[in-house]
């Protein structure tokens, strides 16, 4: 059986084959899911498992560990605070958003609460996808019903949307008369305050 080397600190194939499958994995993964993938013995698979489980221990980032039912590959309790700070810089990081998703985001954030039939009413065309696009990357979020016929949602901004746009509160926006003033246009306005533009209607 190939096992960890321990004078080369080489993993068979076994072990870099389970590695692999756990990096991968959004969820954790169960023993026998990963026996039958691999076409082995439960048994095996745990061996391997165990001797991951030692590779990492020793200085590594990530950590092996039991969830669930499953087996997932972690990072290091001792670097929570490192991992949590990064992955707030990474959140907040420059958004690829189409025109498209520009106009609908400040027609919702000029408007809110707002229906999704009244911001095609203002745009003039369909914006199903690119407000599904906003709500999946969290700069919109579903705010109720609206008390009408057929009780239709109701969309806002999100403190996402504010922290991105480096925002205090939706107060902070340009007003559309100081807009008017500068001559500059909604889509401008928001392409200013940090995020690019990429040609197509999704993000």
Same mark, same amino acid.
């Given at each position: 059986?190939?096992?960890?080397?321990?004078k080369?600190?080489?993993? /068979?194939?076994?072990e870099?084959?389970?590695?692999a499958m %756990?990096?991968?994995?959004?969820?954790?993964v169960?023993t026998?899911?990963i026996?039958?993938?691999?076409?082995?013995?439960? #048994?095996?698979?745990?061996?391997?498992v165990?001797?991951?489980?030692e590779? &990492?221990? #020793?200085?590594?980032?990530?950590?092996?560990?039991?969830?669930?039912? /499953?087996?997932?590959?972690a *990072?290091?309790?001792?670097?929570g605070?490192?991992?949590e700070s990064?992955?707030?810089?990474?959140?907040?990081?420059?958004?690829?958003?189409?025109r498209?998703?520009?106009?609908?985001?400040?027609?919702?954030? &000029?408007?809110?609460?707002v *229906? $999704?039939?009244?911001?095609?009413?203002?745009?003039?065309?369909r914006?199903?996808r690119?407000?599904? *696009?906003?709500?999946k990357?969290g700069?919109?979020?579903v705010?109720?019903? #609206? #008390?009408s016929?057929?009780?239709p949602? %109701?969309?806002?901004?999100?403190? $996402?949307? %504010?922290e991105?746009? /480096? %925002?205090?509160s939706?107060s902070?926006?340009?007003?559309?008369?100081?807009?008017?003033?500068? /001559?500059?246009?909604?889509h401008?306005?928001?392409?200013?305050?940090g995020?690019?533009?990429?040609?197509?209607?999704d993000?």
């Amino acid at each position: 059986m190939e096992r960890l080397d321990e004078k080369t600190n080489v993993m /068979g194939l076994l072990e870099r084959q389970v590695e692999a499958m %756990l990096f991968v994995s959004p969820q954790p993964v169960a023993t026998q899911e990963i026996a039958t993938h691999l076409g082995v013995s439960t #048994k095996r698979v745990e061996e391997a498992v165990r001797t991951l489980k030692e590779v &990492y221990a #020793k200085d590594h980032g990530l950590t092996v560990l039991f969830e669930a039912g /499953g087996w997932m590959l972690a *990072t290091a309790p001792d670097l929570g605070d490192v991992v949590e700070s990064f992955a707030n810089t990474v959140s907040l990081q420059r958004v690829r958003l189409s025109r498209a998703a520009l106009e609908t985001l400040s027609v919702i954030a &000029y408007n809110q609460p707002v *229906t $999704r039939s009244e911001i095609e009413e203002i745009r003039s065309v369909r914006c199903d996808r690119v407000v599904d *696009t906003l709500l999946k990357h969290g700069l919109v979020r579903v705010a109720g019903r #609206k #008390k009408s016929v057929g009780s239709p949602l %109701l969309f806002r901004t999100t403190e $996402r949307f %504010l922290e991105i746009f /480096g %925002l205090a509160s939706i107060s902070s926006l340009p007003t559309l008369e100081e807009l008017r003033e500068s /001559g500059e246009d909604i889509h401008d306005a928001f392409s200013a305050l940090g995020v690019d533009e990429q040609e197509g209607e999704d993000v």
